[in-house]
């Protein structure tokens, strides 16, 4: 999934970039809909693999995820996306 171009996306960087803060708890109803909405318009728009699996796979730990088949072309990727969610909620997330 990684491309050569770019490092890979550090989870606390991305919490950060789209809420302003590396804790959540510490973040406004206001502020996370807005972070929300500013990682689906960056999902809609990156065509980067791997930058998308990470998009949607945090946008899924929020509870805000499209479905599988809006953001994955591929069925490579909707199955990697099910393996993901298997494995969040076989550890009680």
Wanted: glycine share 8%; proline share 3%; no cysteine.
């Amino acid at each position: 999934f990684r491309s050569d171009r770019m490092p890979l996306m550090n989870f606390d960087d991305q919490i950060h970039r789209y809420f302003g803060s590396t804790n959540l708890a510490a973040v406004s109803p206001e502020a996370l809909a807005a972070g929300i909405e500013h990682m689906k318009v960056d999902l809609g728009l990156t065509k980067d693999r791997a930058d998308r699996f990470a998009l949607w796979a945090l946008l899924h730990t929020l509870g805000s995820a499209p479905d599988l088949d809006v953001v994955f072309e591929s069925e490579a990727d909707r199955e990697a996306a099910r393996n993901f969610m298997d494995l969040i909620e076989g550890a009680g997330g």
